[in-house]
């Protein structure tokens, strides 16, 4: 036992079913909406959530070596939702930008997401909802997760960026 009175494999396991649901409604959620992949939807969500990322920064946060990386990247570029150019002054590191395209795709990705969490949620009663909300934001935070409004904040600023780069490119022409 702990000292909180909870068995940490009981946690884990608890865990592990919770992320067995969960990874079930991440798989739909992306399902139907085109040829990207569970591992392609999180480096879209790394690069909403983070910013623009060197392909090795993005290679270490997805756990994955830089060539599988380099490899999941030019799917993303192929499909139009991420950019990727060269780094000046190092001729070996890329940046890789998340296009308008990502961006719509990852915030379609999301609705659908928080649709069925939301369904689900609501077959818990209030006191599983509250003991979840502490359970689940400890979990997060642990894992160094990006709270979901400071992860839509950052979108915003990204956006933001965008439109004011295109209305100077208006300016110019």
């Known amino acids: 036992?702990?000292?909180?009175?909870?068995?940490?494999?009981?946690?884990?396991?608890?865990?592990?079913?919770?992320?067995?649901?969960?990874?079930?409604?991440?798989?739909?959620?992306?399902?139907?909406?085109?040829?990207?992949?569970?591992?392609?939807?999180?480096?879209?969500v790394v690069l909403a959530s983070r910013g623009p990322q060197r392909g090795v920064d993005l290679a270490a946060e997805l756990g994955v070596t830089p060539s599988t990386a380099t490899r999941l990247i030019d799917r993303l570029v192929k499909a139009d939702l991420v950019d990727r150019q060269p780094l000046p002054g190092d001729r070996r590191a890329v940046e890789v930008t998340?296009?308008?395209?990502?961006?719509?795709?990852?915030?379609?990705?999301?609705?659908?997401?928080?649709?069925?969490?939301?369904?689900?949620?609501?077959?818990?009663?209030?006191?599983?909802?509250?003991?979840?909300?502490?359970?689940?934001?400890?979990?997060?935070?642990?894992a160094g997760e990006v709270p979901e409004q400071q992860w839509w904040l950052g979108f915003e600023r990204l956006e933001r960026t965008e439109q004011d780069e295109g209305m100077e490119g208006e300016h110019r022409s």
Do not use: C, F, W
């Open 98 to 142: 998340l296009k308008p395209a990502g961006r719509r795709y990852v915030a379609k990705v999301t609705r659908r997401r928080r649709a069925e969490i939301r369904r689900i949620v609501e077959r818990m009663s209030p006191q599983e909802q509250t003991g979840a909300v502490a359970g689940l934001r400890a979990l997060a935070n642990a």
């Open 1 to 44: 036992m702990h000292e909180s009175g909870e068995d940490p494999e009981g946690v884990v396991d608890a865990l592990i079913t919770a992320s067995r649901a969960l990874v079930a409604v991440a798989a739909r959620s992306v399902a139907d909406l085109g040829d990207v992949t569970l591992p392609q939807y999180r480096a879209l």
